[in-house]
């Protein structure tokens, strides 16, 4: 196998921790593993469900000390591109962190905190360790925000060959990766309006990461990494974008939670008007459970910069469903929902 040079070794059927992300080249989840963590068209008629039924998204209210800061200085809410740029900067220092060198220091920092007797240095030190404890969990240990395995249970199975993606928000770009690996030999459109996405997030994302995704030669399995995928990153306003109705695939991922309800039909069109008439639209939102709620509540201070709401599949699902798209298939994989639909 083709391996990236800080990665020699490494092996088919492989997971293992790098000091900022972790590895995984398993093929597929344990059943054990999958019951956990992935579960799949739960519902069988989207037109039975009501609002009534589904209730209502969670709203995130507490915000992070920046956004609130900025407000009381300018006396107006914070704008929505200026939110976007802060959370993007913010998100970004943690996906570089050496994460075991950090939760020793952090440890070292809480301990010297507590010899000097200051409380507000002791609670400051706490919040620190325990954040970056809580990331090293969330996402090295159990690699829920990329989460490769589920990405991949949700993503397998479309009827695509060297497909046209458009990823919009893009951010990283992870997705469109993941899909470009397992659909190889098309192009992928990434855009995203914060430029330091395009310059930092995707930029900097690790050359070394391995994309496990489909040998068009043989069938069988191939690693690829960022520098294998045709990707063109347009820094530009979703709502200003020149394409038609080009794409195979049109992908959001942690996108439509940011809009309230009167906008979400806006944003489900984002996605239509790019789409060929047999194109697939892929969605993912965080789900609402108990763990997210916690999470969230704990790295205010990192993401919440901006309007944010947790929901369930079948929350999603009929926002999707009622602006008229039909529903291919659809579930949760560790912590995201999601969708995989057609324009009706
Ligand atoms: C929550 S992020 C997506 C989650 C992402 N996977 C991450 O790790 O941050 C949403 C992204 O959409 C971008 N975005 C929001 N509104 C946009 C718009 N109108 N046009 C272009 N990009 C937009 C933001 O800059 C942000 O990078």
């Known amino acids: 196998m083709e391996l990236a040079p800080n990665l020699e070794e490494l092996t088919m059927e492989e997971t293992r921790l790098q000091p900022s992300f972790r590895v995984d080249l398993r093929t597929r989840f344990s059943e054990k593993e999958y019951n956990k963590f992935v579960k799949l068209n739960t519902v069988n008629d989207w037109s039975q469900l009501s609002w009534k ?97 589920g990405k991949r249970a949700l993503f397998e199975g479309l009827d695509v060959q060297k497909p046209k993606i458009l990823f919009l928000g893009a951010a990283e770009g992870y997705e469109a990766m993941q899909l470009s690996a397992m659909y190889p030999g098309g192009e992928i459109v990434m855009v995203d309006y914060d430029p330091f996405c395009k310059d930092t997030r995707f930029g900097d994302f690790p050359e070394s990461y391995p994309f496990l995704g489909t040998n068009p030669q043989t069938g069988g399995h191939k690693v690829y990494y960022k520098s294998d995928f045709e990707i063109d990153y347009i820094v530009e306003d979703i709502r200003k974008l020149p394409f038609g109705n080009d794409f195979d695939i049109v992908i959001s991922v942690g996108l439509l939670e940011h809009f309230p309800d009167e906008l979400k039909s806006e944003v489900v069109d984002w996605h239509r008007k790019f789409l060929k008439p047999s194109g697939y639209i892929i969605m993912t939102t965080p789900r609402v459970q108990l763990r997210s709620k916690i999470y969230y509540e704990i790295m205010a201070d990192v993401m919440n910069h901006t309007y944010r709401e947790l929901m369930t599949i079948e929350q999603m699902g009929l926002y999707m469903y009622e602006n008229g798209l039909d529903i291919l298939k659809h579930g949760y994989i560790k912590v995201h929902n999601g969708v995989i639909a057609r324009a009706k």
């Open 53 to 149: 039924d589904v209730g209502r998204p969670f709203e995130v209210k507490s915000f992070a000390k920046e956004k609130k800061e900025w407000e009381q200085k300018n006396n107006e809410p914070l704008p929505a591109h200026t939110s976007w740029t802060m959370f993007n900067k913010s998100f970004h220092d943690w996906f570089v962190k050496d994460v075991p060198t950090e939760m020793d220091r952090s440890k070292k920092e809480f301990m010297n905190s507590l010899k000097k007797f200051k409380l507000n240095e002791t609670k400051s030190a706490l919040g620190e360790m325990v954040r970056i404890h809580l990331w090293n969990y969330a996402h090295r240990v159990e690699d829920g925000i990329w989460d490769p395995r």
